[in-house]
């Protein structure tokens, strides 16, 4: 089946620096999707992309949907405490939502 | 933002025990999804439904089953709880239609601890 590779895995910054992380495909997607999930909480819906070359930003965060439709970046700009938590990119052809891995941030003060 | 609301947000349960976890979506999605997520680790999609009777299984083997009689309600059910089904559990929904159906939206959870 499709798969996706996020990267970093994990990721120590110190407050205020940015933060870039990626996620890359076998397959061509249509869609691609950027969460963050808190613990013991669901993902919630950073930003969503459709088209090849997309950017698009929220507040401190900015993605982009890569023109090969096979990748996305996510990069958050100076970071805080509150950016803790797991970053997962998701990505969909014509298929169901695949996942990545999932990125994990740890902001030190 | 989305409006899906998962019961109960915990709940521990001895092993043999029937148990059923309710989600309900008041967005009138057709799509709906059940992922299954141990602490910090990867989502697996376990079941999705396109719509009203229609019920198909993911990516994970799971023991649970689930039922779409009404547009807005999907709940998961297991028979009999075993201590590999403790996890968290998310319910999901999205938009039948266009290039956004496949945007989902997560509940909160419910983690399970089968003891």
């Known amino acids: 089946g499709q798969q996706l590779n996020q990267s970093p895995q994990s990721m120590f910054i110190q407050e205020g620096e940015d933060v870039s992380m990626n996620c890359t495909s076998s397959s061509i997607f249509n869609t691609w999707l950027w969460y963050k999930q808190d613990p013991g909480e669901g993902p919630v819906l950073l930003i969503a992309l459709y088209k090849a070359g997309e950017l698009t930003s929220n507040g401190r965060l900015t993605a982009q949907f890569g023109i090969t439709r096979k990748d996305s970046f996510l990069n958050i700009s100076a970071s805080i405490p509150s950016d803790v938590g797991i970053y997962f990119c998701a990505g969909s052809g014509n298929t169901p939502l695949v996942f990545g891995k999932g990125t994990r941030l740890s902001v030190i003060a | 933002e989305a409006d899906i609301y998962q019961t109960p947000r915990y709940l521990v349960i001895g092993t043999g025990k029937k148990i059923t976890l309710e989600c309900s979506q008041t967005?009138?999605?057709?799509?709906m999804y059940w992922y299954q997520q141990d602490p910090g680790m990867e989502l697996h999609l376990i079941h999705y439904?396109?719509?009203?009777?229609?019920?198909e299984k993911g990516d994970l083997s799971s023991e649970s089953t689930v039922s779409r009689i009404r547009t807005e309600h999907f709940p998961l059910t297991l028979e009999s709880a075993r201590p590999s089904h403790t996890s968290q559990y998310l319910c999901?929904?999205?938009?039948?239609?266009?290039?956004?159906?496949?945007?989902?939206?997560f509940g909160e959870g419910s983690w399970l601890t089968v003891v």
């Open positions: 439904s396109y719509g009203v009777n229609s019920t």
């Open positions: 999901a929904s999205s938009e039948a239609r266009g290039g956004r159906g496949n945007t989902i939206y």
């Open positions: 967005m009138g999605h057709d799509k």
